[in-house]
């Protein structure tokens, strides 16, 4: 079937969904419906309170679901708990926004309310048909808890907020088939076009074999499983929230899910429930054979290239046709207890959604926080040539500190003294718990220590190492959250991971976006970033100072360090 042919039957298909039956499948829940999450609740603690990043003034939230734009306005659901801060009872929040950081939120899209989704409904994604009709695809937990894809279409196409959605009764769409594990197939993933079929993948796994099952659909409506999967990698455990999508080898611009071509290389990122991090590969993509095939250049699995190696997870992208860039949205949870998230009456947050593209080495990615986040910058504060000598540190004034944007450039003069890399230290975050900011180095340690104490009882480091190999010099990059807090009972871990620069020109660049509970840091452009949850006692509100430092023998310079403060969102969730 050639595309418009596609189209005239899919508009005819959407008649008929639209129009019979709408009212009969979308249950009131007035209690769900009335939420506006429109002010914080008076019990709510506000000390490690987020100022611009997403979250919703109180309660639980978890992953990002079905990103996308329509109409000029840019739509985020997510998994959210409206009767309390710790998991369940999740709904399909939503928010729209005109710039990705001031959002207003509307009344949920989704919750259980039909036997395909009584029990549940879980991540997705969104699509965008012909006739530029987005569709919801999701899973559900039916009354046996098999895990489920259904769909749900916008009642309403000419409403830009999409403020209603039906869940019509042909659903579910796609069931576990014989001999899979019905308890694990989930979070159905942006379909794509490609030779007269619709494509998508469901995470699943079979043993400890990880899955990516690939459906293939003509008409949207009726879905066939794929022989094989699109791929699969042993020991790896479940896939949680695949995400699969195309990438320019020679531009820096995003493309449609659907584009395939000579020019193009594909991604697949899956969320590994076992490690609860989010890992990605670059390869091929046979449309052929409907096979993937990651490039040798990294590994598949465990060890290899991560979104973030800090707390990231549960990750979604999509193709914003508007400014013609891939948008990656990741959800970052707690490092604290739930009794904790409980008494201060809200978990969870979305980090700042980041531009994303092909490295020119190809093979990584780049990620970037969005442009329109440097609309909330104020107070610009400067250094420049600033020489920090071994055990010096330069504390950066006037700006607020726990609250600030701040992109540096460090100058090495000399990589001479750079410590022997062992092969061994194949993990990055063991190296850097080994390694940390106060253990002298040659060449490094070096960074930021952010969220600190006027005399450093806690602290949060950011900061490089450089090694020396054999033949290149090897970049350890470090978010220590182990001094973050003194605080009993977290989670305070030394996240890292290296990072794939060439030293040439003896330069390091950091970006560091700091907001009182979170440190979110971009590493030599965006090549490696880590973020960090952490719940200073002392290191609060005006009490938080910003120093960069360094604790290497060799001398590094501040050639430039442009620091602001960040304001909140004109309408923050509201």
């Not at 040439?504 to 976006?513: M, V």
């Not at 979170?518 to 965006?526: I, L, P, Y």
Request: net charge positive; glycine share 8%.
């Amino acid at each position: 079937m050639v595309v418009g042919e596609f189209f005239s039957v899919f508009v005819l298909c959407c008649i008929l969904l639209f129009n019979i039956g709408a009212e009969g499948s979308h249950k009131v829940y007035p209690h769900f419906q009335s939420l506006k999450l429109a002010e914080t609740s008076a019990n709510v603690k506000e000390v490690h309170r987020t100022g611009f990043h997403f979250q919703p003034p109180e309660n639980w939230i978890n992953d990002p679901n079905g990103p996308m734009i329509y109409k000029g306005l840019y739509h985020l659901f997510y998994q959210y708990n409206p009767k309390g801060a710790v998991w369940g009872n999740i709904v399909w929040a939503h928010s729209v926004s005109k710039d990705l950081i001031n959002w207003e939120a509307i009344e949920p899209a989704i919750w259980p309310s039909k036997p395909f989704d009584i029990n549940g409904c879980w991540s997705g994604s969104v699509t965008i048909l012909p006739g530029n009709r987005p569709v919801i695809l999701y899973t559900g937990l039916d009354p046996q808890k098999r895990q489920v894809q259904n769909y749900a279409i916008p009642k309403n196409l000419s409403d830009p907020y999409l403020r209603e959605w039906i869940k019509p009764d042909n659903n579910p769409l796609v069931v576990p088939g014989k001999g899979m594990n019905a308890t694990a197939f989930r979070d159905p993933t942006t379909a794509w076009w490609v030779d007269g079929h619709w494509k998508m993948l469901v995470g699943t796994k079979r043993k400890h074999r990880g899955m990516a099952v690939l459906y293939r659909s003509r008409d949207f409506m009726k879905w066939t499983k794929a022989q094989h999967p699109l791929h699969s990698k042993e020991h790896t455990g479940m896939w949680e929230c695949p995400d699969f999508f195309p990438v320019s080898l020679h531009s820096d611009n995003g493309l449609d899910t659907s584009v395939i071509g000579e020019n193009v290389k594909h991604v697949l990122k899956v969320s590994l429930d076992l490690t609860r991090y989010d890992y990605y590969t670059v390869g091929t993509y046979d449309k052929n054979k409907d096979r993937y095939i990651p490039d040798n250049t990294s590994v598949d699995g465990w060890g290899g290239l991560r979104y973030d190696y800090g707390n990231f997870y549960a990750s979604k992208s999509f193709f914003d046709d508007v400014k013609n860039r891939r948008i990656l949205w990741g959800w970052a949870n707690e490092s604290d207890t739930a009794a904790h998230d409980v008494e201060k009456g809200w978990a969870g947050i979305q980090l700042i959604p980041r531009t994303v593209w092909l490295d020119s080495s190809r093979k990584q990615l780049v990620q970037w926080p969005v442009k329109e986040l440097e609309t909330l910058r104020w107070n610009n504060v400067q250094l420049s040539n600033q020489k920090l000598t071994k055990g010096n540190k330069v504390e950066i004034k006037g700006i607020t500190a726990g609250q600030a944007d701040v992109e540096v450039t460090f100058k090495i003069p000399s990589l001479e003294k750079a410590e022997p890399f062992d092969p061994s230290w194949v993990n990055a975050q063991e190296l850097c718990a080994q390694k940390g900011s106060h253990v002298q180095g040659g060449v490094g340690p070096f960074g930021l220590l952010t969220l600190a104490s006027k005399n450093l009882e806690e602290y949060t480091p950011v900061f490089f190492r450089v090694f020396k190999s054999k033949d290149k010099h090897v970049v350890l990059m470090c978010s220590d959250a182990r001094s973050s807090s003194l605080k009993q009972g977290l989670y305070k871990p030394s996240f890292a991971g290296f990072v794939d620069v060439d030293l040439a020109d003896g330069k390091l660049s950091l970006r560091s976006l700091i907001d009182h509970s979170v440190v979110e840091s971009f590493g030599a452009g965006g090549k490696t970033c880590i973020s960090s949850r952490v719940y200073p006692i002392l290191a609060v509100m005006k009490d938080a100072h910003l120093f960069a430092f360094n604790n290497g023998s060799e001398s590094v310079t501040i050639e430039k360090l442009n620091a602001w403060n960040m304001v909140k969102p004109k309408q923050m969730n509201n």
